[in-house]
């Protein structure tokens, strides 16, 4: 099982969604997952699930070109951690593409970068083909619609740089409105981008070599986590996450573990949580996402997670705050005017 690499693409795919009044039973059929069990999973899921979903928005949407385009220019500098702040912290553009080429795991888009040098050009092609054919579209559409994030990221904003895309006719020009102001040459082969190798030498204005060091430090550690199996408290609030709204009892839990209810409890306090800790942990996420994001009613959000009545869900959530949930409602509708402003246009 392999994890998906950001959660920012799932968590703007939702938007998408949401702004296109397209229902979520749609986009997540097929999946295990319902959208509370994905609010509460902080937007993380199986990366087989993603391409289920994605290929169902896509088809929904009927655009994937449009829908790959109004996800990928969302993306911000803060959806890119720690890897992020590697590029930032780089002497110069060269060492800041040779970072962001040796970490691509930890960037939040699907393609597998590959740089070769050409003369007095140094040429970074962004290879598609591991993805499911139906939704390689949409994934070039949204990565390469991020790709001028990144490429500020990397101090090569003002460099002559072309990119190369195989769309072609209304569809290239779509893509070449939304990489301004770098060229952009349709039709080609594959996707890719160019860039005299002399440009690499450009200074980064952030430069800091000891944030550099760490975060590229920080930035080791974070790959070898993502190829080790997952620890015990991050299986049991994946399991959580999935049906916030029947959430299983200990015993239950137990059981599907195939452990014993002490076994369980043993093996999350070594882990220094416990069963009620990330339980309410996975409820407390989620009403906050529901609340002042998605905008929900107390009264639909204590429904969504399972409480008999609102007083009880009110008194929980005071208590895992220290605030009234209203406080979180107040401030949804205007979150969702300015979410909808940025995602309204297809095509």
């Known amino acids: 099982?392999?994890?998906?690499?950001?959660?920012?693409?799932?968590?703007?795919?939702f938007a998408v969604a949401r702004d296109a009044d397209v229902p979520f039973e749609r986009v997540l059929a097929g999946t295990h997952w319902t959208e509370n069990g994905v609010v509460a999973a902080a937007y993380r899921m199986d990366q087989d699930d993603e391409f289920v979903m994605t290929a169902n928005l896509v088809r929904e949407l009927g655009d994937p070109l449009a829908a790959g385009i109004s996800v990928g220019s969302q993306f911000t500098v803060g959806d890119l951690g720690i890897w992020g702040y590697a590029l930032l912290s780089s002497a110069n553009a060269g060492e800041a593409l040779a970072l962001a080429l040796a970490y691509a795991t930890l960037s939040p888009t699907v393609f597998n970068p590959q740089?070769?040098?050409?003369?007095?050009?140094?040429?970074?092609?962004?290879?598609?083909?591991?993805l499911p054919?139906?939704?390689r579209e949409y994934y070039a559409a949204r990565d390469l619609s991020a790709l001028p994030?990144?490429?500020?990221?990397?101090?090569?904003?003002?460099?002559?740089?072309?990119?190369?895309v195989p769309f072609d006719g209304e569809q290239g020009e779509r893509l070449r409105a939304a990489?301004?102001?770098?060229?952009?040459?349709?039709?080609?082969?594959?996707?890719?981008?160019?860039?005299?190798?002399?440009?690499?030498?450009?200074?980064?204005?952030?430069?800091?070599?000891?944030?550099r060091a760490a975060c590229a430090r920080e930035c080791e550690r974070l790959v070898h986590t993502l190829e080790v199996a997952p620890t015990l408290s991050a299986t049991v609030r994946s399991r959580f996450a999935r049906s916030p709204e029947a959430m299983p009892s200990v015993e239950e839990l137990a059981a599907e573990l195939h452990m014993s209810t002490r076994t369980l409890r043993r093996q999350l306090d070594h882990e220094h949580t416990s069963y009620r800790e990330l339980r309410n942990d996975v409820a407390h996420t989620l009403a906050v996402e529901l609340l002042s994001v998605v905008g929900l009613s107390v009264n639909e959000v204590a429904r969504r997670l399972g409480y008999s009545d609102t007083t009880?869900?009110?008194h929980a959530f005071r208590r895992w705050t220290g605030k009234p949930a209203s406080d979180f409602r107040s401030s949804a509708q205007y979150r969702s005017e300015s979410l909808s402003t940025r995602t309204r246009a297809f095509g």
């Open 1 to 13: 099982m392999t994890a998906t690499r950001s959660s920012a693409g799932i968590r703007y795919a």
């Open 149 to 164: 994030l990144l490429l500020r990221m990397s101090g090569l904003a003002a460099a002559p740089l072309t990119v190369e």
């Open 133 to 135: 054919v139906d939704v």
């Open 115 to 130: 740089s070769v040098q050409v003369g007095d050009v140094t040429i970074v092609v962004l290879r598609y083909e591991h």
């Open 312 to 314: 009880a869900f009110s």
């Open 179 to 211: 990489l301004h102001p770098f060229d952009v040459e349709t039709a080609a082969t594959q996707y890719r981008f160019r860039i005299p190798t002399t440009a690499l030498a450009l200074r980064l204005p952030t430069a800091d070599p000891i944030t």
